[in-house]
């Protein structure tokens, strides 16, 4: 059973940086996509980026390109998104998740994807 778990978030304010972790286990080696997302109250889950199983294709929301980086780290089954300059709008509980198979373009949309951590809260004040 994957496991997938978020930490790092918490209040800033507006410019800050933010890096978030999602750290994953259990399941078999495979291809997979590990996306993350942000939901706030009242308002779907949405994309913020996502990133596939060598690391080697990212993708963005454009809300956030040029602000964020999604990265990972093989050797201990953790991906990050680095937050940059935030605004108070990227306020939300973020979410990562993950969706096995060899995806060519990344899924944007929550129902693709197979496992969800529990999410983490970022704050950020103006």
């Known amino acids: 059973q994957v496991q997938l778990v978020e930490s790092g978030g918490g209040l800033v304010q507006a410019g800050d940086s933010l890096r978030l972790s999602c750290a994953a286990s259990g399941g078999p080696a495979s291809t997979y996509v590990m996306g993350w997302f942000r939901q706030t109250r009242g308002k779907e889950r949405e994309f913020v980026a996502g990133i596939t199983w060598n690391g080697g294709r990212t993708d963005y929301a454009d809300a956030v390109k040029g602000r964020f980086i999604v990265s990972r780290d093989d050797t201990k089954s953790i991906i990050y998104l680095q937050m940059n300059s935030l605004k108070p709008e990227d306020t939300a509980v973020y979410y990562c998740?993950?969706?096995?198979?060899?995806?060519?373009?990344?899924?944007?949309?929550?129902?693709?994807?197979?496992?969800w951590g529990q999410g983490t809260p970022v704050t950020v004040s103006s």
């Open positions: 998740a993950l969706r096995w198979g060899l995806i060519v373009t990344i899924p944007i949309m929550a129902n693709e994807y197979d496992y």
